[in-house]
T-cell receptor, first 112, second 111 residues
Framework: DAGITQSPRHKVTETGTPVTLRCHQT?????MYWYRQDPGHGLRLIHY???????DKGEVSDGYSVSRSKTEDFLLTLESATSSQTSVYFC???????????FGPGTRLTVL | GEDVEQSLFLSVREGDSSVINCTYT??????LYWYKQEPGAGLQLLTY?????DMKQDQRLTVLLNKKDKHLSLRIADTQTGDSAIYFC???????????FGKGTRLHILP
């Protein structure tokens, strides 16, 4: 298995609070991605990174920001969490943009 | 826009073959993927096929591509309880293009 960890694995928070999810890789892959998985929607891309400090938006980026200060870490921040952001969040990595992505175990976030 | 459609559920008896179907709309799709998601885990890439191929076989897995009908299928021979999972079909137009995922097919194995 590709070396990808996500933390925390589970989080419950309240509406309006900031939340940061962390993705850590040991594979030295250039590209990193954040997806959310919701029933009826499958996987949707939030943001991705193509290098340190280089990020771009995906299809559902509103309400989310990301940062990548090191190759191995990609952070997803919800500045002010809303109930619509209750979801399972997956990080993925690849060494070619978008291609053959390897996924982390996921973070289940509940916003009350 | 691009879309990937697959049925949501499939029940198969243990030992039988499972066939999971997928259709896509983007005629320029070049890479077609199958991912497997076991309960509580992330997605695992099972296999992928290029659009210039019509079949790919890997042990118990057979992928068939009908490019004319934009139809992709995954056949699992001798289905086992460990095959119980959600299977996602996905496509991308180019090697470095974004991947569009279907909503996933939940495969349930009957004893």
């Amino acid at each position: 298995d590709a070396g990808i960890t996500q933390s925390p694995r589970h989080k419950v928070t309240e509406t309006g609070t900031p939340v940061t999810l962390r993705c850590h890789q040991t594979e030295n892959h250039r590209y990193m991605y954040w997806y959310r998985q919701d029933p009826g929607h499958g996987l949707r891309l939030i943001h991705y990174s193509y290098g340190v400090k280089d990020t771009d938006k995906g299809e559902v980026s509103d309400g989310y920001s990301v940062s990548r200060s090191k190759t191995e870490d990609f952070l997803l921040t919800l500045e002010s969490a809303t109930s619509s952001q209750t979801s399972v969040y997956f990080c993925a990595i690849s060494d070619i943009r978008y291609n053959e992505q390897f996924f982390g175990p996921g973070t289940r976030l509940t916003v009350l | 826009g691009e879309d990937v459609e697959q049925s949501l559920f499939l029940s198969v008896r243990e030992g039988d073959s499972s066939v999971i179907n997928c259709t896509y709309t983007d005629s320029s799709s070049t890479y077609l993927y199958w991912y497997k998601q076991e309960p509580g885990a992330g997605l695992q890439l099972l296999t992928y096929i290029f659009s210039n191929m019509d079949m790919k076989q890997d042990q118990r897995l057979t992928v068939l591509l009908n490019k004319k009908d934009k139809h992709l299928s995954l056949r699992i021979a001798d289905t086992q309880t460990g095959d119980s999972a959600i299977y996602f079909c996905a496509e991308s137009a180019h090697r470095d293009d974004k991947i569009i995922f279907g909503k996933g097919t939940r495969l349930h194995i009957l004893p």
